[in-house]
């Protein structure tokens, strides 16, 4: 009982991280929409700051589109396991992550069908998404 307890509680903290999260190629509109008003904003870098719930969400956006979209938890822990497992479903779409080998510092994930890329730092606890760039391999 006490593990189904467990699980259950576990399952709860990760809902509200899943149920919404910012897209690559959302508009600032529909950002706000799903997380409010900006905290802070860096109108010459194009760049938003979101708080919701447990986590800061950093957006940059080109051409009022995002293109890239960093999580962090606000109490500046790292992300736990499940955590990150939760943000890499929910930004799969229709292709899954691949995990790249690790580099100093950061654990890194592709998308097979080679669109995104996401990047979590162990240094700082920031999860970033952002389109993989045709320069890299």
């Known amino acids: 009982m006490k593990a189904v307890s467990a699980l259950l509680f576990a399952c709860a903290l990760l809902i509200p991280f899943t149920a919404a999260q910012a897209r690559l190629g959302e508009t600032q509109e ?73 580099a100093p510092g950061f654990r890194k994930w592709r998308s097979a069908d080679g669109a995104r890329q996401a990047r979590y730092s162990t240094v700082n606890g920031l999860l970033t998404f952002a389109p993989r760039s045709s320069a890299e391999s």
């Open 30 to 102: 529909q950002i706000q929409e799903r997380y409010g008003k900006p905290v802070s904003v860096n109108k010459p870098a194009a760049v938003a700051l979101h708080r919701w719930n447990d986590y800061y969400i950093r957006v940059e956006y080109r051409d009022g589109r995002a293109v890239l979209l960093g999580y962090r938890r606000r109490d500046k822990q790292p992300m736990t396991e499940q955590e990150t497992n939760a943000a890499l479903a929910r930004h799969a779409g229709a292709s899954e992550w691949l995990a790249k080998p690790p």
